[in-house]
């Protein structure tokens, strides 16, 4: 069955950087589309970040951009993000998922988009 296993959060300073990894397997992951989302306590989940199955298109929320790089190893059945700059409205557990559609044309930025997710990893950015 599919896998996703995010690793890499913690607590963090403003300021600081941290970077995620999500390791999927069960699937052929150089066919999906991959998404970073998050979710602080009383909220939606969002978008942060998501990226295509070739690694040619990327999307960002506005909240992220220029702070925060998706990417993906096709290799090593991986997808990151690099988050830089951090804040402290950037604490949330954070998500991989993979999107629905087998060589995705768009990107899709709503988690409806997306239909198997990991366990999700807790990002603490203190003041």
């Known amino acids: 069955q599919v896998q996703l296993v995010e690793s890499g959060g913690g607590l963090v300073q403003a300021g600081g950087s941290l970077r995620l990894s999500c390791a999927a397997s069960?699937?052929?992951?150089?066919?999906?589309?991959m998404g970073w989302f998050r979710q602080a306590p009383g909220k939606e989940r969002e978008i942060v970040a998501a990226i295509s199955w070739s690694g040619t298109n990327t999307y960002y929320a506005d909240s992220v951009k220029g702070r925060f790089t998706i990417s993906r190893d096709n290799a090593k059945n991986t997808v990151y993000v690099q988050m830089n700059s951090l804040k402290p409205e950037d604490t949330a557990v954070y998500y991989c998922?993979?999107?629905?559609?087998?060589?995705?044309?768009?990107?899709?930025?709503?988690?409806?988009?997306?239909?198997?997710w990991g366990q999700g990893t807790q990002v603490t950015v203190s003041s």
């Open positions: 069960g699937l052929t992951f150089s066919s999906y589309n």
């Open positions: 998922a993979t999107d629905r559609a087998r060589r995705g044309v768009l990107l899709g930025i709503s988690a409806g988009a997306y239909d198997y």
